[in-house]
């Protein structure tokens, strides 16, 4: 079955810059949408970027427009987010997801296939 496991997070300063990683399996891959996704503490899970395989058409979320930035490696299956500027705000544990029906509307509920998390803690 589809399987996603997400890496990469960790702590840093505001300003700094990460990128989380997405391996995925299970399915061919160019036959999913994929989302990043985040939820802050006490907040509802949000769309941050969305990319449909199918076409190659991007959703960037306003919060992410201008400093976050999707890509992935076919050759190993994973799903990047790059991350810069990072903000306090941006605080929040960060899902990958993938659904072969989302195409690039960035919403939880079009999404079926979600990995277990990764904690992205901005302080200073």
């Known amino acids: 079955q589809v399987q996603l496991a997400e890496s990469g997070g960790g702590s840093v300063q505001p300003g700094g810059s990460l990128r989380l990683s997405c391996a995925f399996s299970?399915?061919?891959?160019?036959?999913?949408?994929f989302g990043w996704f985040r939820q802050a503490p006490g907040k509802e899970r949000e769309g941050v970027v969305c990319i449909d395989l199918y076409d190659g058409e991007m959703y960037y979320s306003d919060i992410a427009q201008g400093r976050f930035h999707i890509s992935r490696d076919h050759s190993t299956n994973t799903i990047y987010l790059q991350m810069d500027g990072l903000l306090l705000e941006d605080t929040a544990v960060y899902y990958c997801a993938a659904d072969r029906h989302a195409s690039t509307e960035c919403v939880v509920r079009m999404y079926d296939h979600w990995g277990q998390g990764t904690q992205v803690t901005v302080s200073s």
């Open positions: 299970g399915d061919t891959m160019n036959r999913y949408a």
